[in-house]
């Protein structure tokens, strides 16, 4: 599986942005699928995660309520919303996929996506 991020950029804060994260190969709905966050000198971090089926979501509790992760196994692409942006969001978003289903940590995943970068002015 060959993940791309996209749709990043610079916003406001409490402005909103959705991210992309394509997917190639087969069987992509078979994928447990994970969003990362590494902000400059810190550790990347489990943002949210989701189920193959889509029918169980999992969320960092700072953006508990504000990110809504999804995905379109029919077009192979998951999708992370973010609402009511902080600058303490500002990261590099990574998408991140493996056969065992979500997890919480990187070493979880064999997959990763190159990252896409988000900014969030104060």
């Known amino acids: 599986v060959q993940l791309q991020a996209s749709g990043g950029g610079l916003v406001q804060a409490g402005g909103s942005m959705r991210l992309s994260c394509a997917a190639s190969?087969?069987?992509?709905?078979?994928?447990?699928l994970g969003w990362f966050r590494q902000a400059p000198g810190k550790e990347r971090e489990f943002v949210a995660g989701?189920?193959?089926?889509?029918?169980?979501?999992y969320y960092l509790d700072s953006v508990r309520g504000r990110f809504t992760i999804s995905r379109d196994n029919g077009k192979n692409t998951m999708y992370l919303q973010m609402n009511s942006l902080k600058p303490e969001d500002t990261a590099v978003y990574y998408c991140?996929?493996?056969?065992?289903?979500?997890?919480?940590?990187?070493?979880?995943?064999?997959?990763w996506g190159q990252g896409t970068q988000v900014t969030v002015s104060s």
């Open positions: 991140a996929a493996d056969w065992h289903g979500w997890g919480y940590r990187t070493a979880h995943y064999e997959y």
């Open positions: 190969g087969r069987s992509f709905g078979n994928y447990g």
């Open positions: 989701i189920a193959w089926s889509g029918g169980s979501t």
